[in-house]
């Protein structure tokens, strides 16, 4: 039987999201219904909302998510009905080239539920990244559902299913920080802080944080950076090749997602250092560098889709090493709300006034 839940939904472009009744259906084969207990609030579902992203309105918005699996369809082994799980939106398919030659992170053909969602009036609903969780109810894959210990506060674990995933993944898994690094990380939003979290967390000796606001600074230095540069105020190459013997960082993290931070990035990591691009750009965004330093400077320029993370490898291990106090994952929620305040929470993400804003149901 189809269920009726209370969702967010964008219904055109740039106007304000509305809590609307929508239509789940059962899973079918290899889907999975779960009862969602915390979802965060994502740049993304911004984009989503002002048409960004592509024209396929309405959305069912909401991705960073975490609850209690309701029912699973045919086939469905991995996980059962009872299960607390983080919601991903990189279900791998294990088939595809990247699959068969075992980097299943870097998957080229991710799944998603096949059945749609709907309003009440039949009306098709888009799902944010394939997950929808605005929703008391949502349907996904199964394989977008990673079990994790059931010990850890929802509010925390749906973080892991995006933005703080990016992060960490991207010094931990694409940034391959290693233990007496030093690490920049330039732009101290949530991603950011997860980037100097991940890297503190990899052994990275000298973590410095970069960012035009003070209060960002502020944070990524409870968050585990040993110093902090306002790129507004100081020359952030030069203050990052002071701090490093004059040389520059062994790995650059930019969470900001712009040629002008990039190029930062790129002049203030050592020679054979490495970049890596968490911030995601604009499609009208232009880099340019000469070409001689590109060679000249060596290295690797690297992108972190999603912080190149494997979901059924990084989630429940993450979790773990929070419930263990080694990872502060709580330092992340700024605050909780309701469902009807999501809009609210994306004027406060504008203003950089949180890390994340997280619905609680
Ligand atoms: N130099 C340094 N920091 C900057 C600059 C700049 N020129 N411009 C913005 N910032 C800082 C902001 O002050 C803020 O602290 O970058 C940070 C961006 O943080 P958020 O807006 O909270 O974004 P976040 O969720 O961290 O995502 C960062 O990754 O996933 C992508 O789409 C996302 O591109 C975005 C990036
Ligand atoms: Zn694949
Ligand atoms: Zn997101």
Request: net charge negative; hydrophobic share 40%.
């Amino acid at each position: 039987m189809a269920q009726q839940v209370r969702a967010v939904v964008a219904r055109g472009k740039g106007s304000p999201v509305s809590l609307e009744t929508i239509i789940v259906p059962d899973p079918g084969p290899g889907e999975a219904l779960v009862r969602i207990q915390a979802c965060g609030v994502c740049h993304t579902d911004l984009h989503y909302r002002e048409g960004g992203i592509n024209d396929d309105f309405p959305f069912l918005l909401g991705h960073e998510a975490a609850g209690v699996v309701e029912s699973v369809g045919e086939g469905v082994t991995d996980v059962a009905p009872g299960d607390f799980v983080i919601l991903n939106w990189r279900a791998v398919c294990g088939q595809c080239r990247a699959c068969r030659r075992g980097r299943p992170w870097y998957c080229f053909d991710t799944h998603n539920a096949e059945q749609k969602m709907t309003l009440l009036d039949g009306t098709e609903l888009s799902p944010a990244l394939g997950i929808g969780a605005f929703a008391e109810k949502t349907l996904v894959h199964a394989g977008q559902c990673t079990k994790v210990d059931p010990a850890v506060s929802p509010a925390v674990a749906g973080l892991l299913g995006c933005g703080v995933m990016a992060g960490i993944g991207a010094a931990i898994n694409t940034g391959n920080v290693g233990r007496g690094d030093s690490v920049a990380v330039i732009g101290c939003g949530g991603v950011g802080n997860a980037a100097i979290v991940g890297a503190r967390l990899a052994g990275a000796a000298t973590i410095i944080a970069v960012d035009i606001d003070d209060r960002k600074l502020e944070t990524a230095q409870r968050m585990g950076a040993t110093h902090t540069v306002n790129s507004q105020a100081t020359d952030p190459v030069e203050a990052i090749r002071g701090l490093t013997g004059g040389n520059g960082a062994d790995v650059v993290i930019e969470a900001v997602g712009r040629p002008e931070t990039y190029r930062q990035a790129f002049y203030a990591r050592d020679l054979a250092g490495t970049v890596v691009l968490v911030g995601v750009p604009t499609p009208e965004m232009k880099l340019e560098l000469p070409l001689l330093d590109v060679f000249g400077r060596g290295g690797s320029l690297k992108s972190s889709w999603y912080g190149d993370c494997l979901p059924s490898r990084d989630f429940p291990m993450l979790v773990d090493l929070h419930l263990q106090g080694r990872l502060d994952l709580g330092a992340f929620v700024t605050e909780t709300i309701a469902l009807d305040e999501v809009e609210k929470a994306f004027d406060r993400m504008r203003n950089g006034d949180v890390l994340r804003s997280v619905v609680v149901f």
